[in-house]
């Protein structure tokens, strides 16, 4: 008998979720708020002709992507061009100084003792360090924990000491590097999951190793590119998607669900997959009687990421002499992440990062011009910043801080604006207290203690997504949409698709694609 099963958000773990159960025979409806897919992984599109990422930017470890595509016999550089980044990003420290981020090896050390002449020959290190913990601890990530009995596998208790779960990524790299600056080239990436890397635990040196383990990409078109092609894709294999239609409501048969709600009718299904923010989804959509550990008093104790103020900005004209990924780390970055985390105000001089994608990919705007995607991290929705009254002081703030990386005369060249607070974030795209990444991944939110991949409240209900096992980052959320499918595929009592022998290799970039900016 064919089995059904409603997947709730078009996101990228959605959509990795649909194409692996289409793959495996089951029936896939997917329904989706917004007019395109991809979720927060789409792309904004405006008359003018420009063309922007809503959400992610960084398109890093395709291997996770590439093995879903396999399975479902098709191949990701074929579908989504991808180009490789070298250098990767540009670091502007606010503290003095700069630094090109490069896989290359020699190129890298002797940017590191440019800047820190004590941390030469700390970067080979550190990658060989970093390398084997990754090989050891990755197979951890594709598989689910739903209690602590799994965190006492004895593989996983004899890598304690090399994980270090207890000391902070701050400590881990200062085991490596003396100059603060350039602990900061290896910890900014905790802000990927919305943490401090003061607080955030040492295994999430993993993040930049991958960087230069396995490069930084720009999909032709934006990772948004990536998204459509996912769409694309899971139709051709079966999936039904249902743009524009937003699940109003859930049925529930006792403590299993049997349908979900939209403007269209009743959908029943075997199960369903849950792709929307944890948090909003659950407090909106499920019972709060029927959700033991996840009630409302529960959520609402958790930690969560902060969030992001965003300008997407079309530009008359081009910045040629700007890298791709340029990223300003404040004066006093301890202070700016302070302010963030638990002061909850603004900073006078907050960190921030900027995309002038088009010295890669010019398809992204009209001739002659370009996009600029600004993002500046801020704290999650709290009392203290009213952004009515703030987003309009803060903007000039930003455009200001834009000089710092080598962008002049912005204000004059603007040809659309659109910005977004964390307000937004939480009105437009559902996202809960606008915390865009989810639940902090402290040591008390992750693994067992994460909500699980088969979600341990409601009979028949998944996650995927940030706001599960893993966690956040778009390698971590295609692995996720594996464990759950996996998961519902076993519950369902239905074959996993064919999977290929062993691992798809990853491909090297060539000359011809590394785009030098």
């Known amino acids: ?169 701050d400590s881990e790299l200062g085991t490596f590097f003396s100059d603060e600056r350039i602990r900061l080239a290896f910890t900014f990436q905790s802000k990927y999951l919305g943490m401090s890397p003061f607080k955030c635990p040492s295994l999430f040196s993993i993040l930049s190793f991958l960087e230069y383990e396995h490069g930084v990409f720009h999909p032709i078109g934006g990772c948004g590119a990536v998204s459509a092609a996912m769409a694309r894709i899971a139709e051709e294999m079966g999936a039904e998607i249902h743009y524009e239609e937003p699940v109003e409501s859930l049925d529930f048969a006792g403590r299993r669900i049997t349908a979900v709600q939209t403007a269209s009718g009743r959908h029943e299904a075997d199960a369903t997959v849950v792709n929307a923010d944890f948090a909003r989804s659950m407090t909106r959509l499920v019972p709060d009687a029927l959700r033991r550990r996840w009630n409302d008093r529960k959520i609402a104790s958790r930690r969560f990421s902060c969030s992001t103020f965003m300008l997407y900005l079309g530009i008359e004209g081009r910045y040629d002499e700007v890298a791709h990924h340029n990223i300003y780390l404040s004066e006093d970055y301890r202070q700016n992440l302070v302010d963030i985390e638990n002061r909850h105000v603004l900073s006078v001089d907050p960190s921030m990062y900027v995309q002038n994608a088009c010295v890669t990919d010019p398809t992204l705007a009209p001739p002659g011009m370009s996009t600029l ?121 239905v074959a996993r698709p064919t999977t290929p022998v062993g691992r798809v290799a990853q491909p090297t970039a060539s000359a011809e694609q590394a785009a030098v900016v």
């Open 1 to 169: 008998m064919s089995r059904t099963v409603n997947i709730i958000g078009a996101g990228p773990g959605g959509l990795a979720c649909a194409m692996l159960l289409a793959g495996a025979g089951v029936r896939v409806k997917v329904f989706e708020r917004l007019p395109v897919p991809g979720g927060r992984t789409s792309t904004i599109t405006t008359p003018e002709g420009f063309r922007f990422d809503l959400g992610p930017t960084f398109f890093l470890y395709p291997r996770v992507l590439e093995e879903i595509f396999h399975v479902s016999g098709r191949d990701l550089r074929q579908e989504v061009e991808m180009v490789r980044l070298d250098p990767q990003y540009r670091l502007i420290f606010g503290a003095g100084g700069e630094l090109l981020a490069t896989p290359d090896v020699a190129r890298m050390e002797a940017e590191v003792s440019r800047l820190s002449p004590a941390d030469g020959g700390s970067f080979t290190r550190f990658m060989e360090n970093t390398r084997a913990k990754f090989e050891r601890f990755a197979p951890f990530l594709e598989q689910p924990f739903e209690s602590w009995l799994d965190l006492a596998n004895p593989e996983m208790l004899r890598l304690m000491p090399l994980l270090k779960p207890w000391r902070s990524l």
């Open 373 to 493: 995607y600004l993002l500046i991290p801020v704290t999650h929705r709290h009392p203290n910043v009213d952004w009515r009254r703030e987003s309009p002081g803060f903007r000039e703030r930003a455009l200001d801080q834009m000089e710092r990386v080598g962008i002049h005369g912005i204000r004059e060249r603007i040809r659309f604006e659109k910005m977004l607070t964390p307000d937004d974030w939480q009105d437009d795209y559902e996202i809960y207290r606008g915390a865009t990444f989810n639940l902090s991944h402290d040591l008390g939110q992750m693994l067992h203690m994460r909500p699980h991949n088969r979600f341990e409240d409601v009979e028949g209900m998944y996650l995927v997504g940030g706001g599960t096992h893993p966690g956040s980052g778009l390698p971590v959320i295609y692995s996720s949409a594996r464990i759950t499918s996996d998961l519902l595929l076993d519950d369902l009592k």
